[in-house]
């Protein structure tokens, strides 16, 4: 079980808005492309103030508004037929691009553990990595957990806004990151045992 499980019923709450950007004559890739930008710029953002309280609020909100990007650029994609091998590619690139711009400037946070946030990030880069093997050997792109995209965001998103609060990192933030990496190792596990199937 992960949150990537709950994507059907986000992306029919989403539906509205596809329809609005498809008759704007919106493309999948442009959606993807704003994902990736808004991801750096945040990124960004948090580096140059080292994880000022009003940037680190805002991330969670930057979280929901990529997942719901995301999801948009799939529907857009599957659902009215824009489906391109360049499109699978800026996606999956996107995906990994955004990840590291947006996760590794964390461990600039006085606190936060850079060694731990370095292979939270790193351990990320391995699930997707493992997820589109499965496509590549001959299967299906892996999406198992339990600690997905969906899921890594949710924890960074959990980390800012905690942080960001006024709560200081410290043993809680260490075991949060430490637990992420052991469940994204499972997830590599899974994700390729399940692939050779």
Do not use: C
């Amino acid at each position: 079980m992960t949150i990537y499980d709950l994507k059907p019923k986000f992306q029919a709450l989403l539906r509205p808005i596809v329809e609005s950007l498809h008759t704007k004559g919106i493309t999948p890739n442009q959606v993807t492309w704003a994902a990736l930008i808004l991801s750096i710029l945040t990124g960004a953002l948090v580096a140059l103030t080292q994880g000022e309280t009003w940037i680190l609020l805002l991330i969670p909100f930057v979280m929901f508004i990529r997942m719901a990007l995301n999801a948009i650029d799939g529907i857009l994609a599957k659902e009215y037929d824009m489906m391109s091998d360049k499109g699978a590619m800026l996606n999956e690139l996107g995906d990994v691009i955004s990840d590291v711009a947006l996760y590794l400037p964390l461990a600039l946070i006085s606190g936060l553990s850079p060694v731990l946030v370095v292979l939270f990030v790193v351990i990320g880069l391995f699930t997707e990595v493992a997820g589109i093997l499965g496509a590549v050997i001959g299967g299906t792109r892996r999406y198992d957990g339990p600690m997905g995209k969906s899921d890594r965001a949710f924890v960074v998103g959990l980390l800012a806004l905690l942080i960001g609060l006024g709560v200081m990192p410290g043993w809680w933030s260490d075991g949060l990151l430490l637990l992420s990496i052991i469940l994204g190792i499972v997830t590599v596990w899974n994700r390729a045992r399940k692939g050779l199937e």
